[in-house]
């Protein structure tokens, strides 16, 4: 691996981050660019095991609209991100519905809820 740019997005300073592959360093990577230690943390992340938070919609039934907005409580591994709204396609929910109820429990095994965006009559 060569050198790998990134911008931090931990905090709002946003920090040009450059890290590369360093055998001597306890995290196995070396990061540059970083004014705390959240942006190396979110560096050797990025690099070694990238996750995002998922949002999407699932149908609903008996409300005023057709669609409910959902997202993951936690990020999910990107690798996953395919797989999770294949599931997440094949949900159907009944109103009422209020903002933070469960409607996928640990998807696909991964220890992440999906959750309603908002309530919905």
């Known amino acids: 691996m060569t050198k790998k740019e990134m911008i ?7 920090c040009h981050l450059e890290v590369e592959k360093d055998e001597k360093n306890s995290l196995g990577f070396k990061v540059t660019g ?4 959240r942006g ?3 560096a050797v992340e990025e690099i070694t095991n990238p996750k995002r938070i998922l949002t999407s919609t ?3 039934k008996n409300a005023h609209l057709s669609r409910l ?6 990020p999910v591994p990107k690798d996953k991100i395919f797989e999770c709204m294949t599931e997440i396609n094949k949900v159907e929910v009944t109103a009422p519905i209020k903002i933070g109820d469960i409607v996928i429990k ?4 991964t220890g992440v809820d999906v ?5 919905m009559e």
Not at 8 to 14: E, L, R, S, T
Not at 106 to 109: A, Q, R
């Open 8 to 14: 931090c997005i931990v905090c709002p300073i946003g």
């Open 34 to 37: 970083n004014q705390c230690k």
């Open 40 to 42: 190396q943390e979110y």
């Open 58 to 60: 699932v149908k609903i």
């Open 69 to 74: 907005p959902v997202r993951t409580n936690k």
């Open 106 to 109: 640990n998807i696909l095994g």
């Open 115 to 119: 959750l309603a965006s908002r309530d």
